[in-house]
């Protein structure tokens, strides 16, 4: 009976873990971890701990505690690292096994990235404020829920970068920085 019931199990796992795996492949994964790093799937309310080398399928949530940041490995080779008490939800698009608009949500806090080359639309950084689409390159991209200001900082550009909530629209040119809250658009 027991060795029935073991079968049982083993069956409704495999069969539970490939249904999860089709409905939510793993857009990314996590190559290192610095300190406290909780993620929390979209089935799950629950916070748990990252372990290096956890994927990570899109509608996955991060955050990071004080001092502490994690390096994400998207599988086009895009890393973007999550800086210290930030939040971020991981973003993309799968249709036929193949991983489209890939991105990152940022609730609050700073993500650091390097993007490889995107073959389709662009690698997206979203804020309740913002979105920028970024084609390749390097750069910083953050918001603050105090203030309801995001920033885009840009090593290679130029990238468009707008607002969610006006028609303001800006772009960004190498080594520049541009600001969005509610109320528009500026450069620094």
């Known amino acids: 009976m027991k060795f029935l019931f073991g079968i049982v199990v083993t069956a409704l796992l495999t069969l539970s873990g490939s249904n999860v795996q089709e409905t939510h492949p793993a857009i990314a994964h996590i190559s290192k971890v ?20 956890s994927e990570l399928p899109v509608g996955c949530e991060l955050r990071t505690s004080e001092g502490s940041s994690v390096l994400i490995t998207f599988t086009d080779g895009s890393k ?5 008490q930030s939040t971020i939800r ?49 750069g910083g991209f953050s918001f603050d829920p105090s203030t309801g200001q995001s920033d885009l900082t840009v090593g290679s ?11 303001c629209k800006v772009t960004v040119q190498s080594g520049h920085t541009a600001v969005i809250d509610s109320t528009g658009c500026r450069s620094r």
Do not use: M, Y
């Not at 610095?34 to 993620?39: I, L, M």
């Open 34 to 53: 610095v300190k406290n790093v909780e993620r929390r799937d979209s089935t799950t309310a629950e916070w748990i701990k990252v372990l290096p080398t």
């Open 90 to 138: 991981i973003l993309g698009e799968v249709s036929h096994g193949k991983i489209r608009n890939p991105g990152v949500f940022i609730e609050r806090g700073r993500a650091i990235f390097n993007l490889k080359e995107q073959k389709t639309g662009g690698f997206r950084f979203t804020s309740p404020v913002s979105v920028a689409s970024i084609r390749k390159g390097e």
């Open 80 to 84: 973007v690292a999550v800086r210290s």
């Open 157 to 167: 550009g130029p990238v468009e970068f707008s607002s969610t909530r006006t028609n």
